[in-house]
Each structure stands twice: as C-alpha cells, then as structure tokens.
T-cell receptor, first 115, second 118 residues
Framework: GEDVEQSLFLSVREGDSSVINCTYTDSSSTYLYWYKQEPGAGLQLLTYIFSNMDMKQDQRLTVLLNKKDKHLSLRIADTQTGDSAIYFCAELPIAGGTSYGKLTFGQGTILTVHP | NAGVMQNPRHLVRRRGQEARLRCSPMKGHSHVYWYRQLPEEGLKFMVYLQKENIIDESGMPKERFSAEFPKEGPSILRIQQVVRGDSAAYFC????????????????FGPGTRLTVT
C-alpha cells in the first residue's frame, strides 16, 4: 500500500515541544522525510531518516522511527512562532536496493504556535 | 546558487484553454519530478523525467496532461483544455541523481505554480 497518514492539526504554546506523528505502510526498506511548507511557498526539506535507524537528531529536530508499528514522529523542541507551517511526512521505498524518487506524501499537519 | 525555479507563480486560465508550467532544475540536477497539490491535500506524484526521457508517468492523468524535459531548456508540464478540477498548486522538484539514497537523491522543491481555472 502507499498510504501515508498524519493527524491534521496541532496547536502548541511558544516554547513548548511539538510532536507531529505519521504512519506509513510500506514494509520494505524506505527513506522517510519531513518537509515544511509555509503559506504560499514550496516545500523545504527538514530532515530524513532511513528505516534501519531508530532516531536522528538535528538541532531542535528529533525524528523517531518505530519500524515495527510503521510510526514516525518529528519533535520540535522550543517551538517558535516561526515554526507555524504545514509539515508533511513522505515515504520513498527502496526496491531491490535502488529506487527512484517517487515520494508518497501524507496530507500534512498544520502546526499553529501561540505566543 | 539558484534553487529550483518555476514560472509562472500564478496562472489563471479559462475552461478549455491550455496551461503551460515551466520548471528549471537546480544547477547540476538532471532529474525532475512534478507533483500536484489539491486544496487541503498532500502532494501527489505525477511524473518523473530525466533529460529527454520520461521515466515514470504513473501519476499523470491519461488525457490532457503531458510533460517533457528537453535537452536544452526547462521542463514543461502541459495541460490541454483545462477544467475546474485542474485548479491546484503544481510543484516541481529536482535531484542530482534519480537513485534514492541520502544526499544524492534529495529532492529540492520549487515554489510552485498555482493554477486557477475559471
């Protein structure tokens, strides 16, 4: 299957942590990406993880992967108002050791950060 | 180092007209992908092209839509006889390599073309 699912909305206070969740369905090796989209703009790649990893940290961002449950999360520490945007997770399964870039996106989570 | 460029940024067409969307990949990238984002939805893959070749067009509607990436010049997504349901944001992405695998396969997205069909 190719469904990638996300919760639609998340609202947090400035300074709190945000956790955005995503589930994916492909059972083979896969790359999983997080993109940020600000209003009227394109997608900005934030980070990615390969499915043989459990965690990846990059400054305020922490990605956690539970391969057994096919669950991916993005944690943003010390969330700022500038983090308000739509966050997309996307999956890129690897077939036979190689693949090309046919990303499958979730529907996006709208993160709202209140002062 | 210019990123992926798309033009026009906004395009308004009447039903039945043709829409041409252009994408110039990042310098050094020879792989281009087109995605469509309908209102309040995620992006859906349409087509993957390498210079002068269509590699995967499994996401393209069977009729009215075509894409090309000539040896010289930008990639073009062409929609003939547009209908209201074609109204969407169309994003182009490019990568250095078509192979997935960390940095070389990373897709960089353009700002999108927002097509409105009246």
């Amino acid at each position: 299957g190719e469904d990638v699912e996300q919760s639609l909305f998340l609202s947090v206070r400035e300074g709190d942590s945000s956790v955005i969740n995503c589930t994916y369905t492909d059972s083979s090796s896969t790359y999983l990406y997080w993109y940020k989209q600000e209003p009227g703009a394109g997608l900005q790649l934030l980070t990615y993880i390969f499915s043989n990893m459990d965690m990846k940290q990059d400054q305020r961002l922490t990605v956690l992967l539970n391969k057994k449950d096919k669950h991916l999360s993005l944690r943003i520490a010390d969330t700022q108002t500038g983090d308000s945007a739509i966050y997309f997770c996307a999956e890129l399964p690897i077939a036979g050791g190689t693949s090309y870039g046919k990303l499958t996106f979730g529907q996006g989570t709208i993160l709202t950060v209140h002062p | 180092n210019a990123g992926v460029m798309q033009n026009p940024r906004h395009l308004v067409r009447r039903r039945g007209q043709e829409a041409r969307l252009r994408c110039s990949p990042m310098k050094g990238h020879s792989h281009v992908y087109w995605y469509r984002q309908l209102p309040e939805e995620g992006l859906k893959f349409m087509v993957y092209l390498q210079k002068e070749n269509i590699i995967d067009e499994s996401g393209m509607p069977k009729e009215r839509f075509s894409a090309e990436f000539p040896k010289e010049g930008p990639s073009i997504l062409r929609i003939q006889q547009v209908v209201r349901g074609d109204s969407a944001a169309y994003f182009c992405a490019s990568s250095y390599s078509g192979l997935a695998g960390g940095k070389i396969g990373e897709q960089y997205f353009g700002p999108g073309t927002r097509l409105t069909v009246t």
